[in-house]
DNA sequence: TTGTAAGCGTTATCAA
DNA sequence: TTGATAACGCTTACAA
């Protein structure tokens, strides 16, 4: 029960085994009648080619690679989900690895994928501090997700962290807010970077000096953490993530605050799961399964060298308005 | 810039080809000398030996498939976190790939997997009905994790599902519950199976008739829908899994229930989340982690056969009390 | 202990 | 249009 070779077929055939090659990929002209004659005995014989000495050989793999840094957060999956949906299509095989919020796991897990080839990686890193990602640029085409790093000229999709924070915040200071307190994910994390811009642009624009800005881990633990240790309670507590949020407000309501009655608690990326959290969660949207998406293309197109139409991609957000935020009226 | 080789590092120590591999791989003696001289131009020179081809030569690639139904569920996801902990610390490489609760791309994936030789797999079906899962086993090595396929005899790693059950109604019972619904998820799934057994046992014991039994799918959606439909409400709702039990919970409160004072609503699997959700989830803990990283220690001792302690296990849940449950006095 | 050479299963080059 | 042959980069008999 040996398994069955291309020149297995060859000989069953009577052809050589250039000729099944040849068929099997489309690679050259073969004549009507042996074609017929080679497709029938492979599926007589039950043949596959053997996908890792077709890798030796070619040098690519068909095989996409996905660094996440985190597989049981949900906002992680959703962006895979979107990814494997394109690639599926593609028929190419995609390979989920988890960092773990480890950057030297992450560095790792490049290596390994350099090293077997892998055709492209999508990567949402653990943090900016990657040692290896730029050489990486030059062996294997990379896509950047959800995070960019600033440092290397590479495609990437993101959502708009930004405005998305920003319409936030004008939302928050139309309804009465005055004072803010701004619990944050990784301090160099490039979507908790460009939050902070959006916090603090939109302050400003709003002339409001009473804030405070705090940094820990997108994470419940971390939210709940942060608030915490909160000194001053404000009238709107702005939570890097969701689930940071959703730390925050069993935290505040421990200290025996009321959310949204006391204080204002938002979010951002509305996870499936918010619409259900109770309160309902004030949050910012994200297009997960989109960016997932868009940034398989890009890389699918990048390795087949196709144009891509663009390869810097900034999704827009949404302002998702439900419970956790109220408007304030005299208050102080 | 050519990718360095054997050959090259060959070259460069002056020696052979077959004298570097046995450095790399201490598969013969080598003198002292010449293991060092190689080594150092290994490292002056920054060689890899290259996977793809060693995998052609030996047959194998050390490498370990994880098949789940549905990345986005921390359930899976926190039991892949096991696994990958355990492989990881052997050096071996996990690839995480998602069936999407559909059979027919569990099977492409298997397929896929057997084909790039992947050393062995660890999976959760998305059913029963897997035609090729059989023929796998003489191919691969496989262990079955969280849902055992009845028709094949291999290793497995469970958690007790029966009697994580039966440990709850007896609960129930115990504090006043008389009449139930157990929404369930997927009628041909192992763990559904197995928990309607220790259901249909306990409710027998404690001779309780007034029961009645849905099937649906281990998600919030179905969990909503489920409880959406019902006709009479009980005593307690008992749910196939937490997800299930957050969506009932939602629409029971739609419905103008409350819980637990109207109706005890319980969950199975005990996510992290389910300490947080208000009201907090009662519930059924399962073992995640270490149902992962039993079931990847097996299997590496499968690959590299050596004796197993045992390969069947089932290992035990909790019962977590919490708010969604609440004793019912002299009700009905 | 070391080197030579064959082979893992393909595909690409070249000649016919 | 087809076939022989070399090569992808490694490991393993076998010979020395």
Known sequence: MRKITIRDIAREAGVSPSTVSRVINNSAPVSKELKERVLSTIKKLGYNPNPIAQSLRKGFTNTIGFIIPDITNPFFSLIVKGAEEYLKRKKMF?????????VKEEERLLQTLMERKTDGLLFIGAGNRNKIISTSLDKMKIVFVDRVYEKCKAPYVVSNNYKGMKNLIDYLVDTGHKSFVFLNGEKNTYSAKERLRGFLDA???HKIEE?????G???????FALAKGLKKIPDAIVCGNDLMAYGAIDALEERGYKVPDDVSVTGFDDLPFSKHYKPSLTTVRQPFYEMGYEAAKILYRLINSKPNIETNVVLETKLVIRETAKPKGGRR
């Open 94 to 102: 995609l390979i989920v690895c988890n960092s773990n919020h480890s």
């Open 203 to 205: 302050l400003k624009e």
């Open 217 to 223: 881990q997108f994470t419940y633990e971390s939210g």
């Open 211 to 215: 804030y405070e800005v705090v940094f």
